[in-house]
């Protein structure tokens, strides 16, 4: 693999430790769907209140996404992660010890701003710590932990709902919380965020431990101090035409993450089993855990082939499979006389869906929103970016349900199949090729 055969087990570890944020970003927000049926027992929740202890993590993303660039900016990126670590930790021990519904909620509300935190930093951090031939696969790594987590969670919830410790399940989140606050105390401050605010000599020291090679360090130092050069920061700075294309591509590819679909699955999965006719709760839970590891999986084809293959060839190739699995499965539960085969095709779809979306939409629309800013706007960007990414998650699994009843299964699949291809033609027409392109390097020119 290029990232061993250069050596460069040093970023490899400050991207993996910063990958922790990503673990607990897919743990925390897997793992309330098998908490909740005992939360709403132990706290008798009515169907409403059910729903809000689920969406409200989502409130707090938005919340801490929308300020994380800024404070990421002010303070390094290096801090933030340690806050946003110290944040899940806080989170997790209130919900864990509530002692009633309304501490619950605060706790995962907390949680929810370490998510927001961490969904903006991490990426970002790694993007600035790592060398252009290697920076795909460690973003893509990242997204990694995020399946890593969702999979975690599905197994914690599965083995522990015999005794129905959801307390256990929430609070479990403390050990890779500290983990976190411990693994980033001993990190290097971004390389770039330290050119930033010149202290230039710092900056000098980490490119060379990041590169070992004198001229490659030198080359890349220079693209960073001409990068800031241009004086205009902040939202002032989006005015200039390449600067708004690269937002607009950025929101844009944000949402159409989430608008195709992905967290129907990952979040009510088993819902989904179940309208498909399998009846069992546990098989149904069981076939989730199996979605979990094929997310997982298939996520290691992006880490092996994006910095080879290219973002875009990725994307297309897993758009595909999303929209041939969702056009199965609105054609599935469009046909009456296919009821005793739709639970088999459902899975199948519902795999070849997940897997697809693991290897491209998945990891490369992180990778795609930390590389397309420059330096100066790079947290703010990425912060308005992120902030889209949760407000679309949370639209999609609030009114999925809804869409269901109204619209019927196979349209509301058939609306997501819709989308992937947008999403394709979106690609194809906005998305620039940054594949072993020095991350100063990468321009996105006005639409
Ligand atoms: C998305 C999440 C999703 C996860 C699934 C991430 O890239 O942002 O919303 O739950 O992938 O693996």
Sequence with gaps: ???????????????????????????????????????????????????????????????????????????????????????????????????????????????????????????????EVAPANVRGALVSLYQFAITVGILAAYVVDYVLAGGAQWRWMLGLAVIPSLVLIVGMLGMPESPRYLF????????????????????????EEQSILESLRTKSQGFEAFRQPALRTALMIGITLAVLQQITGINTVIYYGPQIFQMAGISSASASILAQTFVGAVNAGMTLIAIFFVDRVGRKPLLYAGLTGMFVALAAMAYAFSQPHLSSSLGAIALVSMMVFVGCFAFSLGPIVWLLISEIFPLRVRGLGMSLSTLSNWVGNFFVSQFFLTMVARLGHSATFGIYAVLCIVTMLFVRAMVPETKQELLEQIRVSAA
Aim: aromatic letters at 10%.
């Design 1 to 127: 693999m290029t990232l061993l055969r250069s050596g460069q087990a040093y970023v490899l570890l400050v991207a993996s430790v910063a990958a922790l944020g990503g673990l607990l970003f897919g743990y925390d927000t897997g793992v309330i769907s098998g908490a909740i049926l005992f939360i709403t027992k132990d706290f008798a929740l009515a169907a409403r209140e059910q729903a809000f202890t689920i969406s409200v993590v989502l409130i707090g993303c938005i919340a801490g996404s929308a300020v994380a660039g800024t404070v990421a900016d002010r303070i390094g990126r290096r801090l933030t992660l340690l806050v946003a670590g110290v944040v899940f930790f806080a989170g997790a021990l209130v919900s864990a010890f509530t002692p009633n519904e309304d501490v619950l909620l605060f706790g995962r509300f907390v949680v929810g701003i370490g998510i927001g935190f961490s969904s903006v930093v991490a990426p970002l951090y790694i993007s």
């Design 196 to 219: 930033k605010i010149s202290r230039d000599a710092r900056a000098r020291d980490e490119l060379q431990r990041i590169y070992r090679d004198p001229p490659e360090a030198a080359r």
